[in-house]
Structures are given as C-alpha cells and as structure tokens.
C-alpha cells in the first residue's frame, strides 16, 4: 500500500531555551518554477499602476503591521534570540517608519528629465520584473523591509525567502503586505540555501540578497548564466580606531555597544580595535568593565541587554575563532576562555581580547559575535594600513579629535564611516559596502534606483 511522507517542514526553537517556537511548511524544489510563473503574471497587473498608486496601496499596509508588531517582535526574538525590547522596537519600526521608506523610493524612483541645448531627455525608472528577496536572521524583520518594499514600489512582484532561522516573523511581516497587495505580487518561500539557490536559478530578473560573503558568491555565480541583476549586502569586519585624543569613555561606550549589541551578529558591529598606545590601558579597561557588566540572559526577560547566539552553528564558529586565537597567544581579559566556567547552551559571554595578531581568523573572518579584540597601534598610519587589511569595506569608526578624526576617516576605504559615532549615515544616505562587502547596495536615492531598469527616451529640442 503506498505511504503519504509528511510534507517536510522546518521546526524553528527558542536558542536561549530550545523551546519550539513553531514551524513552517518547506516549499519543494519543483514547486518553484511555478511560484516564478505566477508572480510574472501578477507582475505585469502591479506595474500597470502608477508609482503613486502602488505607493498608496503599500502604504495602506501601516494599520495590519502596526497591529502585528508585537506579535512580530516576539515572535524575532524567540527564533534568534534577540533582546525582547530591540526586537520588539524592530517590529514597531516596520509599521512606524513604512510612509518614511515608501516616500523615500518614490522619490528615487520619479522620473527625472535631462535637457541640453539639443536635446530632452526623460530618464524612467522602470521595473526589472520578478525580484527574489533572500534575508537572513539578524534582522528578521528589517531586512524584509529594506529589501523587499523598494523592489515592491518599483514594480516589481516580489518572491521572499526568510532565513530558515526565523521564517515566522517574515511570514507574519509578509502577511501584512499580502493583506493589501494584488494575489501573487508579492510571495513567501520558505527553505534553506538549497531552495535559495533554486529561487536564484528560476530565472528571476532581480536578486536581493543579504547575507554572508560565501553566499554572495554563490548566487553571483548561480546569476552568471543569465546576468541576472544582483544588489548583495554582504558581510563585515569593522574597524574602529581609537585615536590619543579620543573621548576615551566615548569610545569606550560605543565599543561596548557595538560589539556586544545583537549577540555581535550585526553587519557593522566592531570586529577590530586600532588603540593608541598612549591610550590603550584605560580603554581597555573601560571596555573589559562595560563587557562584564552587561546583563546576559533569557530574550524574553525585560532587562536583558545581550542574549544566546541565534544557533549552535553561530556559537561553534565563534568558539572555534576564540579558542584558535588564545592557542597562538592571544589573551582573554573578560568573557568566554577567560578561565570561568563555560556559557552553556548558544550563550557565548561578552569578550574582549588583547595580543591579537593580524594572522588570527579572529582578525580576518567575520566573527559575527560578542567578540572585542583589542590592537595596540603606534601611529595613525599604522592604524590606518591594519583597519584596510582586510577584503572586506562595509561600515568603520574613528573616535579622536574632530578635526583630526576625520583626517584619519579619509584614508579608510570602508564604504561607510562614522566620526566618533557608528557609520550609519544622514536620512537619505546609502547603506553600502565597498569591495566584499557588497556588490550593489540599497538605501536613499542611489540605492533605491538599483530596484529598477533606468532607460532614457530622448527627443531633439
Ligand atoms: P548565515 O550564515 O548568516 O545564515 P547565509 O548567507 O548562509 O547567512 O544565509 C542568508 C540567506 O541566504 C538565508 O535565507 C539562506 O537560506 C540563504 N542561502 C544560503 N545559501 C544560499 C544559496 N546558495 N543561494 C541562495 N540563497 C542561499
């Protein structure tokens, strides 16, 4: 007698306690073509509308995401651990900040007209067709948001694949969007990279995708073949440079926070420290007090400011990279190998490190968690030619003297860079990588415009 295999799904836990926090339903490989050749048809309705109207119609999404913010957000941080409270402010953000976004891509993607004394030229911002938007974890909801909602005021239908970490709060977020959107413009896929790279290869027009530098590649490689249009925002390994005129304690907060902050698994979170000689002691110690008296716990408990890695895989290669580093003679000032007992289960103790050398893995790859190593530098210069020896370009900081600060912020070739703050730039500004940390980037009017096939229709004057 034949057996019905129950459909496979994915079962999603708590990483802070294990507890399941629910399932989704794993879309088969074979079912993809079908989701591409529905979302074409619904493409074509969508970009019959005009730029206003898609934009009134997305914006009519505000009441449905406003009321499932909590739900969102609860939901964020029982899949990947974060913080109740941010992941709770993530959630409402989704609602609060949809006319800001919406209004940002029309802007963008109005049409914009040339003239010269021969020639008019209108330049039209017209959609690619059927976009893939592939996230990952970190932020399960932001990310949806910031790559999903330009693609959708462009005109394009929009194919969504969540991480496989925390597919219910995309789901619930898309849930949202579909309550008010045409059938078909916009549909949720749910797997791991085997059906990301099944998505990639359907013959989509358009890949949105954020994640890692080894899966950037991947689908670069997958798109080859069909020169599919690609806007990846991939990883990081931030520096942050502590001049001898720094605000020590301000550098020192902002060290703590943007190392620790999310576990560590934020794209721009610190991943180098550059310090002064001059300076060094003082900042370390300000920064091995901040790490230790930061309140580790259970996500859903109020006051806990830093909870578990999002996943086992995430703590192993964090540990790996740590304990790799104290074997060729780094030195554990506070946190996980500081000789205290272990974290148990994803939680991995705020770090901080000294006696790093440029050869470690901890200095070269991505970390991706709660890890602060420390450099002593001499000179700006030398600070300067460490912070740039890496493939990477996403986000930096210098912390010193205004002036001086931003000297030293000239010569860094991130494509982000903050003055004695994080890298996140003015409303409106790109958020960009440079080199490997990004191929194509999203964000106010430059990064908006790469949702869309810009064409120029010309007439003589
Ligand atoms: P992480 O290691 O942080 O999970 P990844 O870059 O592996 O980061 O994953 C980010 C997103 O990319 C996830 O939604 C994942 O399922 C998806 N993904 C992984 N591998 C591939 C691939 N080869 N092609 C397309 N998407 C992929």
Redesign the pocket.
């Known amino acids: 007698m034949p057996t019905t295999l129950p459909a496979p799904v994915l079962t999603i836990r708590n990483p802070a306690t294990g507890a399941v926090v629910g399932e989704v339903p794993v879309t088969p490989i074979d079912v993809i073509p079908a989701v591409v050749a529905r979302a074409r048809i619904a493409q074509a309705g969508w970009a019959a509308r005009t730029l206003d109207e898609r934009a009134a119609m997305l914006l009519g999404a505000k009441g449905a995401l406003a009321a499932a913010a909590e739900r969102m957000g609860t939901l964020a941080s029982q899949e990947m651990g974060k913080p109740i409270k941010e992941a709770l402010g993530e959630a409402k953000y989704a609602a609060s900040g949809l006319e800001e976004m919406v209004r940002e891509a029309v802007e963008a993607l109005r049409e914009e007209v040339l003239e010269d004394a021969n020639v008019t030229t209108r330049l039209v911002f017209d959609p690619f067709g059927v976009a893939a938007a ?4 970190n932020f399960p909801i932001l990310m949806p948001v910031q790559n999903v909602l330009p693609a959708l005021v462009a005109g394009n239908a929009v194919i969504f ?5 925390s597919p219910l709060c995309g789901q619930a977020w898309a849930e949202c969007l579909q309550s008010v959107l045409p059938e078909d413009v916009l549909q949720v896929i749910h797997g ?2 085997k059906q ?2 099944a998505l ?1 290869g359907a013959g989509v027009d358009l890949v949105v ?1 954020t ?2 530098r080894a ?1 950037g590649m ?2 670069m490689r ?1 798109a080859a073949g069909h020169l599919t249009r690609l806007i990846l925002e991939l990883g990081g390994k931030d520096p942050l440079l502590v001049l001898e005129d720094a605000d020590l304690e301000a550098a020192a907060t902002f060290a703590v926070r943007n190392s620790f902050r999310n576990a560590g698994q934020v794209c721009v979170s610190t991943e180098r420290i550059f310090v002064h000689e001059s300076v060094a002691d003082r900042f370390t110690q300000l920064v091995v007090e901040g790490a230790t008296s930061m309140k580790q716990g259970d996500s859903a408990d109020e006051s806990t400011q830093i909870g578990p890695m999002s996943s086992a895989r995430q703590k192993s290669i964090v540990m790996r990279q740590l304990q790799e580093a104290i074997a060729a003679g780094a030195r554990c000032l506070a946190g996980e190998c500081d000789g205290g007992p272990a974290s148990a289960g994803n939680f991995v103790r705020p770090t901080v490190l000294v006696d790093v050398t440029p050869q470690m893995s901890i200095m070269r790859d991505e970390t991706f968690g709660p890890v602060a190593p420390i450099v002593r530098v001499n000179s700006d210069a030398q600070a300067v030619a460490m912070a740039n020896d890496t493939p990477y370009g996403l986000g930096a900081a210098v912390f010193g003297a205004p002036d001086h600060a931003a000297r030293v912020a000239e010569r860094l070739t991130a494509g982000m860079v903050g003055i004695n703050k994080g890298c996140g730039g003015a409303d409106g500004s790109p958020w960009v990588g440079s080199r490997h940390s990004g191929h194509g980037f999203h964000g106010g009017k430059y990064g908006t415009r790469q949702f869309a096939q810009v064409r120029t229709i010309s007439r003589s004057r």
Request: proline share 10%; net charge negative; charged share 20%.
């Open positions: 592939i996230t990952p974890w694949k969540p991480s496989e970490v791991d990279g990301g790279a990639v995708f994640g890692s899966t991947a689908i997958e």
